[in-house]
């Protein structure tokens, strides 16, 4: 099982998801993928993904983009379960200041107001640098426009790494790493 764990102000019907979708649905692994709509509010999201995460007869592995990366980190630490890190979020607590106050979604309409106690939740799932270093893989680009790539390189220092010059939040050419993340997530101790 496979979760796709999407960014902040995104949706289960983003480039990067439907992209892993289609690849699951073409391997024939179409019932091994979920990517969940996740709450905008940060306990909510994390109380959802604790609860998919435990009902599984087996832990899934984890891909996390911006703010699903920092969720990400925090479930498979929770659950020791791999990780495949997208230009994750390392500070969204931080990040996320200037979005305080009333927000629209583009991916799914859905209005919402950040506050101030939704930091403190963010701030809440921060995590140590990870400890079991094989079980995580950080993908990102030195281009990323919003967020500051090195602080994810420092803060997973050890792990699998695959930093690329260019590209931008979004990760351009994701495509071109799709079986090696299926593969990473899949084969734990390889």
Not at 49 to 61: D, N, Q, T
Not at 179 to 186: A, G, K, M, Q, Y
Request: proline share 6%; hydrophobic share 40%.
């Amino acid at each position: 099982m496979i979760i796709y764990l999407h960014g902040f102000m995104s949706g289960p019907g983003s480039f990067k998801a439907t992209q892993m979708r289609d690849f699951m649905a073409e391997q024939g692994w179409a019932d091994e993928y979920q990517c969940p709509k996740l709450s905008p509010y940060p306990a909510q999201a994390m109380a959802a993904l604790s609860e998919l995460i435990a009902a599984l007869p087996v832990k899934p592995g984890l891909i996390g983009s911006s703010l699903g990366g920092y969720y990400a980190l925090y479930l498979a630490r929770k659950f020791e379960c791999r990780a495949v890190l997208v230009n994750p979020a390392i500070k969204p607590y931080q990040d996320l200041q200037r979005f305080l106050g009333p927000q629209v979604s583009p991916y799914t309409g859905e209005a919402f107001t950040l506050t101030e106690s939704h930091m403190d939740e963010l701030r809440s799932l921060e995590t140590p640098s990870p400890e079991r270093l094989a079980d995580y893989w950080l993908l990102t680009q030195t281009g990323d426009e919003v967020l500051d790539y090195r602080l994810a390189v420092d803060k997973l220092m050890g792990v699998n790494m695959t930093i690329e010059v260019g590209g931008d939040h979004s990760f351009v050419h994701f495509e071109r790493h799709l079986r090696h993340i299926v593969n990473f997530l899949t084969h734990a101790g390889t």
